[in-house]
């Protein structure tokens, strides 16, 4: 499905010369592009000072990456089997100097427009494998932990990738499938045909392959079944209650579907131990959310895995 973000410039009665209300148009549609997209944003003064805002974001975001400012969290994610600790979602967070501790939505999209997603993209796997082959030498659970990356559009269509992704599975040691990457369905559907090559060579190197987000998006399920996903997280919308009450029949039939695809699923946004009751029933396999915990550093959750089970949220 194709979408377009579109910027206007209005001329008034003032003269302008051209370039400048082109400068104000592209403006607008970046603004257009930040906002969500496939919308059209009329030009406004205030976007100049956003601009200038930005450009000191993305000169920070440059010097962040080269002094390490950039940390990892990891968010649990629980086996409602028995409630113990399966794996984690590793997520970016940027400790700023003067905005303090700012999450991936402050910052994700400047490094994305500015070609910098790559070398964080890159970075998240280094450390995250390197995290993960700690704690499967230490912890002696029943099944290897996983941990899961978020993979942007622009690592997807680089085929450095598969390099990138050769050399960090060989040098960490993991077991296989247990690096997991995560994509969205937006994302693989920008370009399916692109996608399904690169994903069937990133299983073939011993990756795992999740789909993020799954019901947010509107991927056709003819071209689901191509993609050699491992596991689906259904997306929040469809785990918090309702007050129709159709929650279960939606989530059983998307977990049937995803069993018949010879996948496993976990639940974001799961928040009580209802929740994980309900879930469990229902034949999902994993929770994540306020049930498991929220995201942690890398200290916090080597003592989670001490202590094995998770405490759930009444």
């Given at each position: 499905?194709l979408t377009a973000s579109i910027g206007l410039a209005l001329a008034d009665?003032?003269?302008?010369?051209?370039?400048?209300?082109?400068?104000?148009?592209?403006?607008?549609?970046?603004?257009?592009?930040?906002?969500?997209?496939?919308?059209?944003?009329?030009?406004?003064?205030?976007?100049?000072?956003?601009?200038?805002?930005?450009?000191?974001?993305?000169?920070?975001?440059?010097?962040?990456?080269?002094?390490?400012?950039?940390?990892?969290?990891?968010?649990?994610?629980?086996?409602?089997?028995?409630?113990?600790?399966?794996?984690?979602?590793?997520?970016?967070?940027?400790?700023?100097?003067?905005?303090?501790?700012?999450?991936?939505?402050?910052?994700?999209?400047?490094?994305?427009?500015?070609?910098?997603?790559?070398?964080?993209?890159?970075?998240?796997?280094?450390?995250?494998?390197?995290?993960?082959?700690?704690?499967?030498?230490?912890?002696?659970?029943?099944?290897?932990?996983?941990?899961?990356?978020?993979?942007?559009?622009?690592?997807?269509?680089?085929?450095?990738?598969?390099?990138?992704?050769?050399?960090?599975?060989?040098?960490?040691?993991?077991?296989?499938?247990?690096?997991?990457?995560?994509?969205?369905?937006?994302?693989?559907?920008?370009?399916?045909?692109?996608?399904?090559?690169?994903?069937?060579?990133?299983?073939?190197?011993?990756?795992?392959?999740?789909?993020?987000?799954?019901?947010?998006?509107?991927?056709?399920?003819?071209?689901?079944?191509?993609?050699?996903?491992?596991?689906?997280?259904?997306?929040?919308?469809?785990?918090?209650?309702?007050?129709?009450?159709?929650?279960?029949?939606?989530?059983?039939?998307?977990?049937?579907?995803?069993?018949?695809?010879?996948?496993?699923?976990?639940?974001?946004?799961?928040?009580?131990?209802?929740?994980?009751?309900?879930?469990?029933?229902?034949?999902?396999?994993?929770?994540?959310?306020?049930?498991?915990?929220?995201?942690?550093?890398?200290?916090?959750?080597?003592?989670?895995?001490?202590?094995?089970?998770?405490?759930?949220?009444?």
């Amino acid at each position: 499905m194709l979408t377009a973000s579109i910027g206007l410039a209005l001329a008034d009665s003032q003269p302008h010369r051209t370039e400048d209300v082109l400068k104000d148009a592209e403006l607008a549609m970046y603004h257009a592009k930040r906002i969500g997209g496939d919308r059209i944003e009329v030009f406004k003064p205030a976007m100049r000072a956003r601009k200038t805002d930005r450009l000191t974001l993305e000169a920070d975001l440059r010097r962040a990456l080269e002094r390490e400012e950039i940390t990892i969290l990891y968010q649990p994610i629980m086996r409602l089997e028995d409630r113990a600790v399966a794996g984690f979602e590793a997520v970016a967070r940027w400790d700023h100097p003067k905005m303090g501790r700012m999450s991936p939505s402050d910052f994700i999209s400047t490094a994305e427009e500015i070609g910098l997603i790559v070398e964080l993209g890159l970075f998240m796997l280094e450390r995250t494998a390197r995290q993960l082959s700690v704690w499967q030498r230490a912890a002696r659970t029943r099944e290897p932990l996983f941990a899961s990356v978020n993979i942007s559009s622009r690592q997807l269509l680089r085929h450095d990738l598969i390099h990138d992704l050769r050399t960090v599975l060989a040098r960490s040691g993991l077991a296989r499938g247990t690096l997991k990457l995560e994509l969205t369905e937006s994302l693989v559907m920008e370009n399916p045909e692109h996608a399904a090559q690169m994903l069937h060579r990133i299983r073939e190197l011993g990756a795992g392959l999740a789909l993020d987000d799954f019901g947010s998006g509107h991927s056709s399920l003819a071209y689901l079944q191509r993609f050699p996903f491992d596991t689906i997280k259904i997306d929040q919308s469809f785990v918090r209650p309702t007050s129709k009450g159709k929650r279960p029949i939606i989530l059983r039939s998307i977990i049937a579907l995803a069993h018949d695809l010879g996948m496993q699923v976990v639940a974001e946004g799961a928040e009580t131990d209802s929740d994980a009751v309900e879930l469990y029933q229902l034949g999902c396999e994993y929770a994540q959310g306020f049930v498991s915990g929220e995201p942690m550093s890398a200290d916090a959750a080597r003592d989670l895995l001490a202590g094995k089970r998770l405490a759930v949220a009444r």
